[in-house]
């Protein structure tokens, strides 16, 4: 069955419940009937478990739109929707609004080749700089023009079991040479100090972003990541060889490139692991699966003398809109209601998500953990020197040697000067193919 024959089946079926509900409501002229296909990741479990939030909101938005009906499908986070995402681009076939990753390089790709349609009108008409920070509407721009509505706040540091540290007669680390220390003495113990599946590929390139905004700052990785700086330069290398140290000191799970993201948290909730480095998009599973009295955060002190505290950043996901779309101002509608900030509060309590917004959030008015509360008003206090994440803002060409070759550095079968030359050459090939994120 062809991507379109199944997308028409699917939304055949759909219209034809929904125009009768809404005929119910009120009478709708044929010139007033639209269809508004969507795809998204919001599920009921895991990572992207905002599904309550969404269909409270989508509800809202049918009463408002009664001649609308919702032709929605709904894909699993990450990988599963990007994927379909660009079967559907290139097959000519996208719907009207999707809402997907990564934003910089990867929306500079979708960009340059017609895909999405431009939302600055809608941006300026809808005020969204009024609700948008700056580096977030840059991460979402191309050539002076915003193509995305950036949407779930991504931030990394250190969840810990404050049980296993005070048993263990550890400290919250404030040097790099503390958090050798800590590994040492985790596993000393028996104990994994920083559960690791990288498995997922993923995990040790956000690791290595977060070591790079230590060494280096946010220039750094903007330089990085816009082609004005080599990958093969001071502040990555010595960013991967930081973490080959804690390799050596024994610091991540046995097998890490071999374990899977999902058994690292497993090892951590379980108490194998004294703690986890990840961040905010498994904020709610990790409140849930510890025990409050366990369970705190930090992010990992300065590495050395020259550099303050930072992290990585980014956007879980973004709505786009698809050029092809033939309800552009509809879908940009859409858009601009499933982010109004009267749903705030929805989508942190129903939605288990932290919106980006301009204004900083005021957690205490939902009642909702310190321990989210602490985490995204640290790492947020620290935006002018946190770095874009690297995997979700390079080229996807690059990334990809990212995701396959920074295993063989930390299991010392590649030269970390070997894997940052060829992340050169990839980005070479991409700036010539104009797939450099240029905001």
Same mark, same amino acid.
């Given at each position: 069955m062809t991507l379109k024959l199944f997308r028409a089946l699917?939304?055949?079926?759909?219209?034809?419940?929904?125009?009768?509900?809404?005929?119910?409501?009120?009478?709708?002229?044929?010139?007033?009937k639209k269809i508004l296909t969507v795809w998204d990741q919001f599920e009921y479990y895991g990572m992207t478990a905002s599904g309550p939030a969404v269909e409270k909101i989508h509800e809202a938005f049918q009463k408002e739109h009664?001649?609308?009906?919702?032709?929605?499908?709904?894909?699993?986070?990450?990988?599963?929707?990007?994927?379909a995402v660009e079967l559907a681009l290139t097959s000519g076939e996208a719907p009207?609004?999707?809402?997907?990753?990564?934003?910089?390089?990867?929306?500079?790709?979708?960009?340059?080749?017609?895909?999405?349609?431009?939302?600055?009108?809608?941006?300026?008409?809808?005020?969204?700089? *009024?609700?948008?920070?700056?580096?977030?509407?840059?991460?979402n721009t191309y050539q002076g023009k915003q193509y995305a509505?950036?949407? *779930?706040?991504?931030?990394?540091?250190?969840?810990?079991?404050?049980?296993?540290?005070? *048993?263990?007669?550890?400290?919250?680390?404030?040097?790099?040479?503390?958090?050798?220390?800590?590994?040492?003495?985790?596993?000393?113990?028996g104990k994994i100090a920083i559960s690791l599946g990288n498995g997922d590929l993923w995990p040790a390139v956000n690791m290595w972003t977060d070591v790079t905004a230590l060494l280096g700052g946010r220039q750094v990785g903007l330089d990085l990541l816009q082609d004005k700086q080599d990958w093969n330069s001071a502040e990555p290398k010595a960013a991967l060889d930081a973490i080959l140290k804690m390799v050596e000191h024994k610091c991540f799970s046995p097998g890490f490139n071999g374990t899977s993201y999902n058994d690292a948290l497993l090892q951590f909730y379980s108490g194998q692991a004294t703690a986890i480095w990840t961040g905010t998009w498994?904020?709610?599973?990790?409140?849930?699966?510890?025990?409050?009295?366990?369970?705190?955060?930090?992010?990992?002190?300065?590495?050395?003398?020259?550099?303050?505290?930072a992290t990585h950043m980014s956007e879980g996901s973004a709505w786009y809109v698809w050029s092809g779309s033939k309800v552009k101002d509809l879908a940009a509608e859409y858009v601009n209601f499933m982010?109004?900030?009267?749903?705030?509060?929805?989508?942190?309590?129903?939605?288990?998500?932290?919106?980006?917004?301009?204004?900083?959030?005021?957690?205490?008015q939902y009642g909702i953990s310190g321990v989210i509360s602490k985490a995204f008003n640290t790492g947020m206090a620290m935006v002018d020197r946190n770095v874009d994440a690297f995997h979700t803002t390079a080229p996807p060409r690059v990334t990809f040697v990212m995701y396959h070759d920074i295993q063989g550095v930390l299991s010392g079968d590649t030269k970390p000067e070997d894997f940052l030359k060829k992340l050169d050459e990839q980005m070479e090939v991409a700036k010539q193919a104009g797939e450099v994120w240029a905001p």
């Open positions: 699917l939304t055949a079926g759909v219209l034809a419940a929904g125009w009768t509900s809404a005929a119910q409501a009120q009478e709708c002229k044929p010139e007033d009664p001649c609308v009906v919702f032709s929605r499908s709904v894909f699993g986070g990450g990988f599963p929707i990007r994927n009207d609004v999707f809402y997907s990753w990564p934003s910089g390089a990867g929306l500079t790709t979708y960009a340059k080749a017609g895909y999405l349609a431009d939302l600055s009108p809608y941006a300026k008409k809808y005020k969204w700089s *009024e609700r948008l920070p700056d580096w977030a509407i840059a991460r509505y950036p949407w *779930e706040q991504d931030l990394e540091y250190v969840y810990y079991n404050k049980e296993a540290f005070k *048993e263990l007669g550890i400290d919250v680390p404030k040097s790099f040479d503390d958090v050798l220390a800590w590994c040492d003495k985790a596993s000393a113990a498994v904020i709610q599973d990790v409140v849930r699966n510890m025990p409050e009295d366990k369970l705190d955060i930090f992010y990992m002190p300065p590495f050395d003398a020259t550099h303050p505290q982010s109004d900030p009267r749903w705030l509060e929805t989508w942190i309590k129903d939605g288990y998500t932290i919106p980006i917004q301009k204004k900083p959030i005021d957690f205490a």
